[in-house]
């Protein structure tokens, strides 16, 4: 995985996790899609204590429920044997076995779908636990959702972000700096990508990943989006749906 830039956002990250060893830190990480949130997060908790829960969207909450008990089991915060009925207890059991870790939530507004309940209950946790040593990073993409959640004054969890984050696309400086780790040195290949791609590092991300180093522009988008198996054929479709 090759990791451009950011450097600020690392920083500040690394600081939250130091003041998080003497109380309960929370964070909010928001974005569009495909900006690099959950490679940021999990680039910063490398060398950390880190349970990772992801939100997805349509999951009953038993099926989520059960994949959240499964983090907890691997990772070793609870026995095998051990089960989570709800999410209260879940909630609950987070703060009870999970100090010195960074809990991190990603796509956190689909919870509204999943468990109503969720974020009042966090609240009161957040609220009645502020002694504990550890960090909440709450990651999301759709913002008016977020803001929904975080932002309005009705909202459980309104005021109880410590730290937020507004991740914002690769500058183009920062795009050349992607390309040139990618074989290409040409400033007309900078521009043909950075007009279609942007500064989303998702798209130059998936350029190593399917070994198109050095490959002329028009191969790389016919092989990534244009194909019957390319491997991001439905991604204008994806972006859509999820953002109206």
């Known amino acids: 995985m090759i990791f451009i830039n950011r450097e600020t956002e690392l920083l500040e990250l690394e600081n939250i996790a130091k003041l998080s060893e003497k109380r309960l830190f929370t964070t909010l990480i928001y974005g569009p899609r495909r900006v690099g949130k959950t490679e940021l997060i999990k680039h910063a908790s490398k060398s950390m204590h880190s349970l990772y829960f992801f939100v997805y969207e349509g999951k009953t909450k038993e099926s989520l429920l059960k994949e959240f008990e499964m983090e907890l089991k691997e990772k070793g915060y609870i026995d095998k044997d051990v089960g ?39 609240q009161r946790e957040i609220d009645e636990n502020q002694q504990k040593k550890m960090h909440f990073v709450f990651l999301g993409s759709i913002i008016g959702l977020i803001k929904k959640v975080f932002e309005d004054s009705k909202a459980p969890l309104y005021g109880r972000m410590k730290s937020s984050l ?22 007309e290949d900078f521009i043909k990508f950075y007009s279609v791609f942007g500064g989303f590092p998702k798209y130059y991300t998936a350029m190593h990943d399917f070994n198109l180093e050095g490959e002329d522009f028009e191969d790389v988008i016919k092989y990534l989006f244009f194909r019957d198996s390319a491997p991001l054929r439905n991604e204008a479709v994806f972006i859509l749906r999820s953002e109206f």
């Open 84 to 122: 989570i009925k709800d999410f209260d207890s879940f909630i609950r059991l987070l703060f009870r076995v999970c100090e010195n870790t960074r809990i991190i939530f990603d796509e956190v507004q689909y919870m509204k779908n999943v468990y109503p309940a969720f974020f009042s209950v966090l």
């Open 166 to 187: 507004n991740l914002k696309p690769l500058s183009y400086k920062n795009v050349r700096v992607f390309l040139k780790k990618l074989k290409y040195n040409n400033e």
